[in-house]
T-cell receptor, first 113, second 114 residues
Framework: NAGVTQTPKFQVLKTGQSMTLQCAQD?????MSWYRQDPGMGLRLIHY???????DQGEVPNGYNVSRSTTEDFPLRLLSAAPSQTSVYFCASRYYHHYYEQYFGPGTRLTVT | GNSVTQMEGPVTLSEEAFLTINCTYT??????LFWYVQYPGEGLQLLLKATKADDKGSNKGFEATYRKETTSFHLEKGSVQVSDSAVYFCALSNNAGNNRKLIWGLGTSLAVNP
């Protein structure tokens, strides 16, 4: 099992550009989520999905879109990048009934200039 | 609402020293409590958990006891190693069925010197 994979590992964008952060898992987990990690702010939930075709907003959804067309993939789209979106982004997944253990990807470090 | 408060870091220790990282929480109902660890350059991974009061979670020499009377879940290890250098996150899960989310502390950075 590859677990949770994320691409790219690093990305630099200019303000106003758009891009998609990729996330995939091969554990057949129903629940997937995106977090951002900022110094002094801890982990904040951006969006989550409880299954293919179902997504919902977390704490900080503005400026981000998600879709879940398959169980395996959960891409995060930045529509028009802003410097405030400079952060480390983590994708996570778990079995829907196993609320107690999430599996995290290695993260994407995004810088917006 | 639900919240988690961790001691601020960084914590710097010598190898074989005793480690305590404090975590207290505020929650309604009966949350489950977790410690996650993030090694340099990696994502977070579950270190241990406790799902009810007085439960003790343990893994890799780390322990934490769910204390409802003091609303605490302090992480301890008797003898730390250089390889324990990482950021440690305390978290709670609210009692909202399978759709429950994790509420995170800010993380405590630990550096262990040889």
């Amino acid at each position: 099992n590859a677990g949770v994979t994320q691409t790219p590992k690093f990305q630099v964008l200019k303000t106003g550009q758009s891009m998609t952060l990729q996330c995939a898992q091969d554990m057949n987990h129903e629940y997937m989520s995106w977090y951002r990690q900022d110094p002094g702010m801890g982990l904040r939930l951006i969006h989550y999905s409880v299954g293919a075709g179902i997504t919902d907003q977390g704490e900080v959804p503005n400026g981000y879109n998600v879709s879940r067309s398959t169980t395996e993939d959960f891409p995060l789209r930045l529509l028009s990048a802003a410097p405030s979106q400079t952060s480390v982004y983590f994708c996570a997944s778990r079995y829907y009934h196993h609320y107690y253990e999430q599996y995290f990807g290695p993260g994407t470090r995004l810088t917006v200039t | 609402g639900n919240s988690v408060t961790q001691m601020e870091g960084p914590v710097t220790l010598s190898e074989e020293a005793f480690l305590t990282i404090n975590c207290t929480y505020t929650a309604t109902g009966y949350p489950s409590l977790f410690w996650y660890v993030q090694y340099p350059g990696e994502g977070l991974q579950l270190l241990l958990k406790a799902t009810k009061a007085d439960d003790k979670g343990s893994n890799k020499g780390f322990e934490a006891t769910y204390r409802k009377e003091t609303t605490s879940f302090h992480l301890e290890k008797g003898s730390v190693q250089v390889s324990d250098s990482a950021v440690y996150f305390c978290a709670l899960s609210n009692n909202a069925g399978n759709n429950r989310k994790l509420i995170w502390g800010l993380g405590t950075s630990l550096a262990v010197n040889p």
